[in-house]
């Protein structure tokens, strides 16, 4: 079984896991052009014909400017189309869901920063032997999210 994680955001990433726990793949949304991404997705279809993959469901935030919704939307029906594309099967999960599930909650007064490390290192934590970065953390997440309930 395959399972793909994908953080929609602009300085988001997919990553693919297996049934062991084993992450395949990592790639930052910054490092891959929408073509490769869609190749890479046709890739994993063709070696897994049992996958699923969760999108985070998000939306845009008071304050984010005019054209950086229009790129964030832009991405996320971009990432929904591929999944289609290519037989993916997909569920749509909050991020409140996945973290909830992992009992983390951004506390009262928390950073942005602050809040992202927690979450990078609780990613280190469940994989030690994995280069985490801070664009690929929440990516891992859901993907082990999608593991353990999908």
């Not at 949304?29 to 890739?43: A, Q, R």
């Not at 992202?116 to 993907?143: G, M, S, Y």
Request: proline share 3%; hydrophobic share 40%.
């Amino acid at each position: 079984m395959t399972y793909l994680g994908i953080d929609p955001g602009l300085s988001g990433a997919v990553v693919w896991i297996n049934s062991q726990a084993t992450v395949c793949y990592t790639k930052r949304f910054k490092d891959i052009t929408d073509k490769e991404l869609s190749i890479l997705m046709g890739e994993i279809r063709a070696m897994s014909k049992n996958c699923v993959a969760i999108l985070e469901r998000v939306h845009a935030f008071p304050g984010m400017g005019v054209s950086t919704v229009w790129k964030f939307a832009q991405n996320y029906g971009m990432l929904q189309g591929l999944l289609m594309a290519h037989n993916i099967p997909f569920k749509l999960v909050t991020p409140q869901t996945w973290m909830g599930w992992y009992g983390m909650k951004k506390d009262k007064g928390e950073t942005k920063h602050a809040w992202k490390k927690r979450l990078r290192q609780k990613a280190q934590e469940l994989f030690p032997t994995v280069n985490i970065q801070a664009e690929t953390a929440d990516a891992i997440l859901i993907a082990e999210y999608a593991r353990k309930n999908y």
